[in-house]
């Protein structure tokens, strides 16, 4: 990884930056996935990449679940292209468990769409297991492939 990133903890504010650079990051419009919600209620168990000039290199945002007190989930992660293979997404995930771990979480899940293979396969590498795609997981034609990661 890059020497001049730093993780902190994220801000509201955060989203702002955030949402101005996810689209571009994914050749694609994203930013529908990342509602401002996520950051005005649950910055405090997401995290922002840095580098020193301010500028951002990644970030990740996730919550403990209020409903399933024993699971921590991961909404969105994004690294900037220039970042992709340096660790940064590892140091990001590492920091979550640490703070899920810390929270009494057991596990973390998150989900993605099958298309996204890169996801896919970052996921089973982190130690993951990989179950899907499950069809009308988000609805009707929303098939999604499911992750879940065992922190004990």
């Not at 694609?28 to 990342?34: E, F, G, K, N, S």
């Not at 995290?47 to 500028?55: K, L, N, P, Q, V």
Request: charged share 20%; glycine share 10%.
């Amino acid at each position: 990884m890059t020497g001049d990133i730093s993780l902190r903890t994220a801000r509201a504010a955060d989203y702002d930056g955030i949402i101005a650079v996810v689209d571009d990051w994914w050749g694609r419009p994203v930013h529908r996935a990342l509602p401002r919600l996520f950051l005005d209620h649950f910055h405090d168990t997401s995290f922002i990449a840095g580098r020193s000039g301010g500028e951002l290199a990644g970030f990740l945002v996730g919550f403990g679940s209020p409903a399933q007190r024993d699971c921590a989930y991961i909404q969105f992660v994004g690294v900037a292209p220039e970042e992709r293979r340096s660790g940064l997404a590892r140091l990001l995930y590492q920091a979550f468990f640490e703070m899920a771990v810390k929270d009494g979480r057991r596990v973390v899940r998150a989900v993605t769409a099958p298309v996204n293979s890169a996801s896919i396969a970052f996921h089973a590498a982190m130690g993951f297991t990989v179950t899907g795609p499950v069809d009308g997981y988000d609805g009707p034609s929303s098939a999604k492939v499911l992750f879940e990661r065992r922190l004990d």
